[in-house]
């Protein structure tokens, strides 16, 4: 005996991926990013994208999602959406021999130190004037425009 079917609408779907767009005019859809498993050990990972018309009524882009939507026309419509969870942010990769923005490590951004609490006073941190920072700037003239200058005429 065959196993029994379960009771699915015809055109319904389950649809499970990050949110990578949310559209913010009149015409509310979100664009999915989904990512398929490999069906053989040496396949590599599979991404594809979807757009399903409907509205989330919150923030939703790097959030992974749990659609129910069904299939009206040619358009996949959202029924019911579930946050699932935030995603961690993803580093960069930058090209081989290339360097990030910034410099190396951290790009020279100083650590984040919290602001103290109280009379908003800086604590343990001297304030120093440089006579440099002191004097008015003055602003320089612009450079002159490089002029092209004719190659003589060969007899």
């Given at each position: ?30 664009i ?30 790097g ?43 951290g ?49």
């Open positions: 005996m065959p196993p029994s079917e379960p009771d699915v609408e015809d055109g319904y779907f389950s649809i499970r991926g990050e949110v990578i767009y949310q559209s913010q005019d009149e015409e509310k859809y979100v999915v990013k989904i990512k398929q498993a490999p069906r053989k050990n040496d396949d590599k990972m599979k991404f594809f994208k979807l757009k399903l018309k409907g509205d989330l009524a919150t923030k939703a882009i959030f992974f999602w749990d659609f129910h939507v069904k299939l009206k026309a040619d358009s996949l419509m959202i029924e019911e959406a579930n946050n699932i969870g935030a995603l961690p942010i993803k580093k960069r990769k930058f090209p081989p021999g290339s360097k990030p923005p910034g410099g190396f490590k790009g020279g951004k100083r650590p984040f130190t919290p602001r103290p609490s109280g009379d908003g006073a800086p604590v343990g941190r001297p304030t120093i004037k440089s006579a440099a920072a002191a004097a008015p700037r003055v602003p320089k003239e612009p450079l002159p425009k490089p002029v092209k200058k004719p190659k003589p005429i060969e007899e």
